[in-house]
């Protein structure tokens, strides 16, 4: 139902940018309320990040990125991270996630159906 495809990441210093952008294709009767990013760091779970609820770009963020990165969207069909201060902690494959259902928890992964390819961001 749903196509992701990730792009934008890359290697940066620490304290520098990046911005990562998902584009999303789908069946126009499908519907999916949640866009979100996550990231896996080797040896780690995978974390969400942020997540947008498309109809209203309501947003959420994780404490590890709240003030430093922003989600954002072009009217559902391609979604962004704007990763700002990055530091080495950052470090990991972002993948974009959406969902066709209203979670109540848009952070956790359990109830995303539909992921990208992911794209490496490696800050040092």
């Known amino acids: 139902h749903v196509q992701l495809v990730e792009s934008g990441g890359g290697s940066v210093q620490a304290g520098g940018s990046l911005r990562l952008s998902c584009a999303v294709s789908?069946?126009?009767?499908?519907?999916?309320?949640?866009v979100a990013w996550f990231r896996q760091a080797s040896g780690r779970w995978r974390e969400g990040v942020a997540a947008?609820?498309?109809?209203?770009?309501?947003v959420f963020y994780s404490e590890s990125v709240r003030g430093r990165f922003t989600i954002s969207q072009d009217n559902g069909n391609m979604v962004y991270l704007q990763m700002n201060s990055l530091k080495p902690d950052d470090t990991g494959m972002y993948y974009c996630?959406?969902?066709?259902?209203?979670?109540?928890?848009?952070?956790?992964?359990?109830?995303?159906?539909?992921w990208g390819q992911g794209t490496q961001v490696t800050v040092s």
């Open positions: 947008i609820y498309l109809s209203t770009s309501g």
């Open positions: 996630a959406a969902t066709g259902i209203a979670t109540t928890t848009p952070l956790l992964s359990v109830d995303y159906n539909f």
């Open positions: 789908k069946n126009r009767y499908y519907t999916i309320p949640y």
